[in-house]
């Protein structure tokens, strides 16, 4: 039992490539999330998946799609990458989205450089 | 607009102490609070959740409280450890968002 896994761990891009994170997660939930974590803001939630089929933005979508590929793998692609995409991105699942029992549970991150 | 916030942005103790962690929101109307450790370069390790209708959860030496109407959690760490050190984040989930603090990190002194 995995949990929640990315990959890759650690990525250097110029400005202006393009590449996917992925996220996978061995829990059967069905919600899914994508936060990038920068030093003085906190977590801010980029995109979320409420279950599979589904996907809505976050606080801070621009710059950014994802895909549910199925319930579970949630990835998340950068066009057209720019240095303030710099940051560490972190995925999340819990078992639903709206309910007070939905605890989340964390990836290990993947740490992202924009040249 | 949730608003998450938590004092101290950093915090250093001596070994052996116990010590609380604070966390306020601006809106009551929750889901529930969830407390998690980070460790540097590492993921969100979940610690506690204590849903809206909960006062308080205890894992081992740790103890979360919630008190709603005042817009307030506390994380009670007892018997403070060095291995206790890490930055620690609680995060409110409301109707259609979750909120982050941006986290106290707590440095434990041999």
């Known amino acids: 039992n995995a949990g929640v896994t990315q990959t890759p761990k650690f990525q250097v891009l110029k400005t202006g490539q393009s590449m996917t994170l992925q996220c996978a997660q061995d829990?059967?939930?069905?919600?899914m999330y994508w936060y990038r974590q920068d030093p003085g803001m906190g977590l801010r939630l980029i995109y979320y998946?409420?279950?599979?089929?589904?996907?809505d933005k976050g606080e801070v979508p621009n710059g950014y799609n994802v895909s549910r590929l199925n319930k579970r793998e949630f990835s998340l692609r950068l066009e057209s990458a720019a240095p303030s995409q710099t940051s560490v991105y972190f995925c999340?699942?819990?078992?639903?989205?709206?309910?007070?029992?939905?605890?989340?549970?964390f990836g290990p991150g993947t740490r992202l450089t924009v040249l | 607009k949730q608003e998450v916030t938590q004092i101290p942005a950093a915090l250093s103790v001596p070994e052996g102490e116990n010590l609380v962690l604070n966390c306020s929101f601006t809106?009551?109307?929750?889901?529930?609070l969830q407390w998690f450790r980070q460790d540097p370069g590492k993921g969100l390790t979940s610690l506690l959740l204590?849903?809206?209708?909960?006062r308080e959860q205890t894992s081992g030496r740790l103890n979360a409280s919630l008190d709603k109407s005042s817009g307030r959690s506390t994380l009670y760490i007892a018997a403070s450890q060095p291995g206790d050190s890490a930055t620690y984040l609680c995060?409110?989930?409301?109707?259609?968002?979750?909120?982050f603090g941006s986290g106290t990190r707590l440095s434990i002194r041999p």
């Open positions: 999340a699942s819990s078992e639903g989205l709206v309910s007070a029992y939905n605890e989340q549970f």
């Open positions: 204590i849903q809206s209708s909960q």
């Open positions: 809106d009551s109307a929750i889901y529930n």
């Open positions: 995060a409110v989930r409301g109707a259609s968002k979750i909120i």
């Open positions: 998946s409420a279950s599979e089929g589904t996907t």
């Open positions: 829990m059967n939930h069905n919600s």
